[in-house]
């Protein structure tokens, strides 16, 4: 390895170490002056000043997750359209029935979905 | 005089504290929540018209995690005593109470023989360190007893460098 590369990942290394010193100081600042409560209930979860009812780790619906993965179907279809888009030109409608396939295919993960009943609940 | 429930700072420097005080008096962090017509009043006196911002403490947070100040507004009844012992110890210190109003100091028109549902002062559960008295106090009442607050921190009003202006006129010998 050429010594100036050595060099370079020297500079990183640097830079991590004063990331975590500049990171850490605060932090210990904070320990060392700061007076501290000790009351009882200090560390129980803030409910408005109510004890918290059970756990935080219930069961949810499911269908928000089924949701939240539809969603990122559609969110993909958009965001491979961007490049598409940049690409699309000189020959336009080979580009246009480039476009239709890409998206067709795409869409087969929503058609997937929807034969698997997803939008029914 | 109620327990403070705080350990003092491992390091403590004479200068150093008084630097901290002076900062900590002059951004105070009230904690958001009323339990009475006083509530309306500290509402009053964080709004645009009396302005607790120019005193550095009208910045009402919505959580004690981020608050230094619990100003108790208002009626304490029993069922509420025990949540505003929750709220309190979950502020990180320092931390300090303002009792606002009659009902927070001493229950009030609460505090008559055979009374059941009213706890007569915040001062019987909470280390109160400034009293607003009032039914309910004014909005410039609130921010005198804040700024009593700031004089407690910083030993006096005079040591208050921040405070460029007369606080007490004709009483400066403090």
């Known amino acids: 390895m050429p010594p100036h590369l050595l060099t370079d990942y020297l500079f990183v290394l640097v830079f991590l170490l004063v990331g975590f010193v500049f990171a850490t100081i605060p932090v210990l600042l904070a320990v060392l002056i700061t007076p501290r409560g000790t009351g009882l209930k200090k560390l129980i979860s803030y409910e408005s000043g109510m004890i918290p009812i059970g756990q935080a780790w219930i069961q949810f619906g499911v269908s928000y997750y089924l949701f ?37 295919i795409l869409s087969l993960a929503i058609v997937y979905a929807w034969c698997k009943g997803v939008f029914e609940w | 005089m109620v327990e403070r429930f705080e350990t003092p700072p491992p390091v403590q420097l004479g200068i150093l504290n008084q630097m901290l005080d002076l900062c900590r008096a002059n951004s105070l962090w009230p904690m958001t929540f009323g339990l009475a017509c006083c509530a309306i009043e500290m509402m009053a006196a964080g709004a645009s018209r009396f302005d607790l911002d120019r005193f550095g403490a009208g910045v009402f947070r919505p959580s004690p995690r981020q608050s230094d100040v619990m100003i108790v507004a208002g009626t304490i009844s029993k069922k509420m005593a025990p949540i505003i012992v929750t709220l309190y110890d979950q502020m990180p210190a320092p931390k300090w109470v303002v009792a606002m109003g009659n009902c927070a100091i001493s229950g009030g028109p609460f505090a008559y023989e055979g009374q059941y549902a009213i706890v007569n002062g915040a001062d019987r559960f909470l280390p109160v360190d400034v009293y607003v008295p009032g039914c309910p106090p004014r909005p410039e009442a609130l921010i005198q007893g804040l700024l009593e607050l700031e004089d407690q921190l910083t030993g006096g009003a005079k040591r208050n460098y921040l405070r460029r202006f007369k606080r007490h006129p004709g009483n400066d010998q403090e």
Do not use: E, K, T
């Open chain 1, 68 to 104: 939240a993965l539809v969603f990122l179907a559609f969110d993909v279809d958009v965001l491979y359209l961007f490049p598409a888009l940049v690409a699309y030109g000189s020959f336009p409608w080979r580009d246009l029935i480039g476009i239709f396939l890409f998206v067709g």
